[in-house]
Every structure is written in C-alpha cells, then in structure tokens.
C-alpha cells in the first residue's frame, strides 16, 4: 500500500525534526537527501534513500517504488543573502529540483505533496498580520523561488490530479523538546541561534541590524514558530489531502510578535548568560515587522500550537546550543 511519506531533506533542520515526529506516530516514511547542507546523524536511525534531488533516476527509484503516497519537500536552500549574490544556485535547486520531483511524481502517481514554503513570498507587507490572500510580492530571489514552485502547483493538480499543501512559515525555531535534534545551519544566519551562540562563547558578539525601526523598541519583529508546530502543521496537512480538503496555501505562525530586543532578552532570561551584542546597520531585504494571521490552519487544518511561548522556543534551542557548545 502506498501509505508512506517520502521526507525529502529529512537531514535538515525541520526535515528531521518532522522525520522523528513521524516515527514517533510510527507512521511509515522514508528520507532523500543527499547531505549538502544535511546531517546524516539527524536522521536518528530512519530509513535513507541517499541521493540528489536533480537526479532523475534517484527519484524515479524512490517513487517507482510504489511505497509512497506523500512527499514532504523540505530540501531548499535558505539563506536570502545567498540567494541575492547567487540566484542561479537558488533557482536551479529551489525551483529546477522540485519541478524534477513534481514530475517524477506525475510519473509514478504520487498524488500528495506537501511544500515548505515561506513568509518571504509576501514581501513587504501593506498590513499586518498578513493573511494567505495578501499580495505576493517577494523582495529577493530566495522568495521568489518558494512563490514559483508555489504558483506551478495548480497546473499539476488540474493535469495530474495533484493534492498539495504550501505552508508558509513564518520564523521556524526551537528544537526537538526532548533534545535530541536541534537547528545546525553552517553558516548560521539566524536570531535566535545566534542570540544563544552569543550566550554559550561559541559567537563572541551578536551584530543586531538596526534599532532605528519603525517598532516600538526600534528592532525588528518577526513571529517565531515552534519546529515541533510546524511538523503537526505538516501531519494536519496531509490529513486534509486525505480526506479531499482544498489544496492551497496555509500560513504558519503564531500570529504574535517579537523584537530583536525582547528575543535577546528570552536568551538572557533562559541561559542565564549575558549575550554579548553590537549594533549595525539595517539588513538589505528586512521588514520591520512580520507577523502571521495563521486563521486558516487553525480553522480549516485545526493546527493548535503548542510552544508558542517564546521562552519555551529559546529554551529549547539553548539545550540544543549547550549540547552542541559541549556545555551540556
Ligand atoms: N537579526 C539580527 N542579527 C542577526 C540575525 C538576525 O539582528 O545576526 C534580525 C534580523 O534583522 C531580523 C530578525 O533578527 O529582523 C530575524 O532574522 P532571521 O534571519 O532569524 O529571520 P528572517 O526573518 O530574516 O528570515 C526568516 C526565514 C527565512 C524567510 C523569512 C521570511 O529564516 O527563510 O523569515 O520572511 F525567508
């Protein structure tokens, strides 16, 4: 029966944590990656289908298999400062890979296709929070590969009978609760990791990038969401499909905001440290504020987060930063 979910960039950092949520439910599921930016350890014992996403016979192995009636796709690059200065990276693994796999699923008749998608399709936002019907106007090429694989989506469920779901995550943190996988991005780029690489020695200072904002305290503000909500999220997803619910797109978050500020003190209050800090100039490509309204998947999906206190999402990513610190 193909009831199994193919978790491709289960090596990553939400690819593993929902690879482990999986077999937690023991729910069937395998993993693709090929380790570029992976870890084969995070995997944590899981089935490996080791491979590259690009490569066509790597795919119609794994899905002419006729295991799988899912595919999660986490394997994208990320880094939007990246995806400037290299677009061609970006479009050729973001976008050129995962029309690769859409097709190979066509091929096999792999129906259902979750995307990880990104608050980054909206661009700046003309309001706040910002539902799914907002306009889509992403402001670098990392948005703009997530908003392509996004707008593709449609055609192939009128052609080949794709079922889809495209979460749009907002600021995915926090770690596995019990410790085990956490967020091991190199080079690291974001807040809150850095924040708590600041607080265990391993950062020596965390450069915030403008207080001179249009917020209250002058920093940024974005809506942090629990990796542990975001795999439910994934699960709940696959359950609409399933049960013939509308495919499109969902936001993730938890439709509240943080500031730079309020984030490094959560660092402060839960590792008991003094992060070092400096700060900068504004970052090229930031908004001042981004905030989800995440109605949808609680009304249509029943997502219900369960760490959305922002010290359970620091405290968690500080025991995965002790550990990987040799602290712990
Ligand atoms: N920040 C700092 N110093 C740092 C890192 C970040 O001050 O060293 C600030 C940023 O300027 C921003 C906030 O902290 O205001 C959050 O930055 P992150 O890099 O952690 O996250 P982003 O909001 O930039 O990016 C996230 C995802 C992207 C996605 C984007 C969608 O990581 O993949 O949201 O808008 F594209």
Redesign the pocket.
Known sequence: MSNSILVVGGGGYIGSHMVRHLAERSLPAAVLDDFSTGYRDALLGAELLEGDLGDAATLDRALGSGRFGCVMHFASF?Q?GESVGQPAKYYANNVANTIALLNAMARHGVRRFIFSS???VYGEPERVPIPEDHPTRPVNP??RTKLMVEELLPDYARAYGLQWAALRY??AAGADPAGRLGERHEPE???IP?ALRACSGRLAK?????EDWPTPDGT?I?DYVHVSDLCDAHLLALRHLEAGGESRAFNLGNGGGFS?RQVIDAARRVSGREPACAFAAR?PG?AAV?VADATAARTVLGWKPRFDALDTIVAHAWAWEKKMAGLA
Do not use: E, K, P, Q
């Open positions: 990320i939007v990104s608050a980054a990392y948005g907002f600021n780029t974001h807040l850095l965390l450069t915030v990038f403008g940024c974005r730079v970052r930031d981004l």
